[in-house]
């Protein structure tokens, strides 16, 4: 295991376009802290972005783990070039001669998108420790340590996301077709679901039972929107005579489907290996 990864880091150690991606990457999610001096006068009201009770636990774990997933696109650009760059630069044929197995190339770049998504993770529940401590109203460790599933969730959801771009970077050859791929799957999958809600199943949640299993929305439903959740929000709705009712909650099957869809990514890159002429 430790093989396939200085393998990989070695590779990466010399593209100096992923080391300003990745440096970028943690820079945007540390501005999540800068929201907190975002101050507002409106309407003659004064208020503060941190004294609206995004960063009080429980909330924080969702509200930055929901902010951060929008970052995963930088990680991604650097997977589908690292995948393209193992054709471009001859080092897929390279390593296979080497004596590297194919099963062991799809493990290296499998463990090594699950490394990008532990260090991300681990950097947003650092980020979202310090600012909870610092703002938050309750600081009692029973209340931080409630929905700690969230980061699970951002977990499970970087390592199913980050498979489909090693999955599509095999496939296209070409980061930038890869990416414009990833682009059109998020477009269809949303035309499907319009189709189904207002056309095939107009009135019903058929629509949201179905799509709960493609890809991208299975991802996107292990850390749902948190807006709506803050009293601010949910004042508004209800003086305009609006209620929301809906599932926050991280549930076991969403994660199950993200891993099935994890696994399935990477057994078709390993079969989409074997079967090309390299």
């Known amino acids: 295991m430790l093989r396939l990864l200085q393998i990989e880091f070695q590779k990466l150690r010399y593209n100096k376009a992923a080391k300003v ?12 802290a800068l929201i907190a001096s975002i101050e507002f ?27 951060a997933a929008f970052a995963k696109l930088f990680l991604a650009v650097i997977i589908v070039s690292m995948m393209a760059n193992e054709y471009s630069h001859r080092t897929l044929k390279q ?11 799809i493990g290296s770049k499998f463990l090594t998108v699950s ?52 999955f599509l970077g095999l496939l296209v050859k070409r980061s930038a077709f890869a990416l414009g791929f990833l682009f059109i799957w998020w477009v269809i999958e949303n035309v499907t679901y319009a189709l189904l809600k207002f056309k095939l199943f107009k009135g019903t949640e058929i ?20 807006f709506s959740r803050l009293n601010l929000i949910k004042s508004a709705a209800n003086q305009l005579g609006e209620s929301f009712q809906k599932d926050y909650n991280v549930h076991w099957y969403q994660i ?8 399935i990514f990477i057994y078709l890159s390993h079969l989409l290996l074997k079967k090309r002429d390299l």
């Open 41 to 67: 006068n409106f309407a003659g009201i004064h208020f503060r972005i941190a004294d609206q009770g995004i960063f009080n636990f429980p909330y924080i774990w969702h509200f930055n783990t929901y902010i």
């Open 207 to 226: 629509a949201e039972k179905v799509v709960q299993f493609f890809p991208l929305e299975s991802m996107s439903n292990l850390v749902k929107e948190p």
């Open 115 to 166: 490394v990008f998504a532990l260090i991300s993770t681990l950097f947003v529940f650092c980020i979202s420790m310090i600012l909870g401590l610092s703002f938050s109203d309750f600081n009692e460790f029973s209340i931080i340590i409630t929905d700690l599933e969230y980061i699970l969730a951002y977990f499970i959801k970087l390592i199913g996301f980050f498979s489909f771009c090693i």
């Open 256 to 263: 199950i489907i993200v891993l099935v869809w994890t696994t």
């Open 21 to 32: 991606i990745f440096i970028a990457y943690f820079i945007l999610i540390t501005f999540i």
């Open 95 to 105: 390593n296979l001669i080497d004596g590297l197995s194919k099963k062991e190339f």
